[in-house]
């Protein structure tokens, strides 16, 4: 579990060192930090790298397991609506659930180690609260997993609050 931790820690330290050399070109701001609740619970870093593309990295635990996700996005402006903004994009996904300390749907009982990994969907809203550094987003992220037991994942969905910086 400790190299999982340092892992995700590397990931998103790795999201801060992107160079800050174009930030004129970028929108308001450039890496935002939150968390998720849904489905799953977990944290995400979202860093843009034009100005409508972003990078994102979430790490969330679901089934008493744990599953990182790396997506890009592209986001899309609501002209009706100040503040709101839509996004679509895809990405991949790797996650694992420990023999004896998870609970996976797919099996009755747990008597090894699983893991699962294959590629996401994403489509969601993101709204800037009162034109703050606080922002909350919806998003709906199917996956599909290479893996026979598992198959898609179609009913992930979350609410994510984040604080841009």
Request: net charge neutral; glycine share 10%.
């Amino acid at each position: 579990m400790k190299k999982f931790y340092l892992c995700a820690g590397f990931l998103i330290a790795a999201f801060f060192c992107f160079s800050g050399s174009a930030q004129a070109q970028f929108k308001a701001y450039n890496t935002s930090i939150g968390i998720r609740g849904g489905t799953s619970v977990g944290g995400s870093v979202k860093r843009f790298v034009t100005d409508r593309d972003a990078v994102e990295l979430m790490v969330y635990t679901r089934w008493k397991g744990w599953v990182g996700n790396l997506l890009y996005e592209r986001h899309m402006d609501i002209r009706e609506f100040e503040g709101l903004e839509w996004y679509v994009g895809a990405g991949g996904h790797y996650g694992v659930w420990k023999m004896g300390k998870s609970e996976p749907p797919w099996v009755y009982k747990a008597t090894q180690d699983y893991a699962a990994f294959g590629v996401d969907a994403i489509v969601g809203l993101d709204y800037n609260l009162n034109r703050s550094n606080w922002f909350i987003s919806f998003d709906w992220k199917p996956s599909y997993n290479f893996q026979d037991f598992t198959n898609l994942w179609w009913d992930e969905a979350a609410f994510t609050l984040r604080f841009a910086f």
